[in-house]
């Protein structure tokens, strides 16, 4: 493992709801050749999986934790919103392991509601209205509403300012996958509201490298270009101020496969996971993990 002393490298996950299956099998396949990151780093629905990726038991969680939440949400007047809280009271790793000093660092990305105006419609009964604007407002590139009332704000396991810890970890991995349009239940941090990290962070790749990490693999549920955020204004590109991001991305659409944001079949997880385990597979089979120009970061 790397030393924990040095920034080196670091492994940040996209947001996707049910998608994030994809994410979660790159996550195993890279724990199985034996890459560890000095930080990992995630938004919404890949945060319980990059926390076991974190203690080095991606696969452990494995694809139980996705077929779980799909046949959950085949039950009468069960949301996603239930589905999430669901997965965090069943399927959430051992604190003991996850907030040890010897673990890598944990971050987990979300959006702090930082004006009253719009505290009074993401956390009342006006949020789905509010979500489905800003969703043809990200159709549009239109960010306006974003820059004037949110705010990106990591919680890490090694800050002492946004602290992740036993205490607030269910709020704060709640929080992060809290998307307007489809979640009916409020999220809340220390009495602070907050939404999804996707309208402000989809993936926390460039905010690894402006932390001082010298290498990130980003790790998108989507093919083609990786935004930072759904708004879709700024790419992650694979070198950021000549520093190299390392982006692994499905080869298709998943609904191709029968898994979208908020549905997904049982055959088109498995198939969506396994996916995932074959792209992170190649890593360690065209030579990444000895030859390329990562290679110091992940001996």
Known sequence: MTPHSKKLLAIACASGSFKGAFAHGVLSALETAGIVADVYAAASS???????????????????????????????DIGMSQIVLGGIANFSPPNKKLFAPDTPEFIIATSAVITEEAASETQTDKARRLGRKLLVAAAKKQRTWVDENL????????????????????????????MLHAWDIPAWINQKPYIDASYTCMCPAIEMLEAGYE?????????????????QLEEISENYNGTDI?????????????????????????????????????????????????AHSLL
């Not at 990726?53 to 694809?63: P, S, T, Y």
């Open 46 to 76: 890949s945060v319980l999986p990059t926390a076991w990726a974190a203690i080095g038991k991606a696969n452990q969680l494995g694809i139980d934790y996705w077929l779980g939440g799909v046949k959950y949400l085949q039950q009468p």
């Open 151 to 178: 705010q990106l704000e990591l919680f890490s396991t090694k800050s002492d300012k946004l602290q992740l810890n036993a205490n607030n970890f269910d709020e704060v991995t709640y929080a992060s996958s809290r």
């Open 215 to 231: 290498k990130v693999i980003a790790i998108s549920n989507e093919p083609g270009v990786l935004y930072r955020d759904m708004f």
């Open 246 to 294: 390392y982006i692994i991305t499905p080869d298709m659409d998943t609904k191709q496969l029968g898994v979208d944001f908020t549905n997904a079949s049982i055959e088109g997880l498995i198939a969506v996971y396994q996916h995932g385990l074959e792209k992170g597979r190649y890593i360690k089979k065209s030579g990444f993990c000895v030859s390329t120009k990562f």
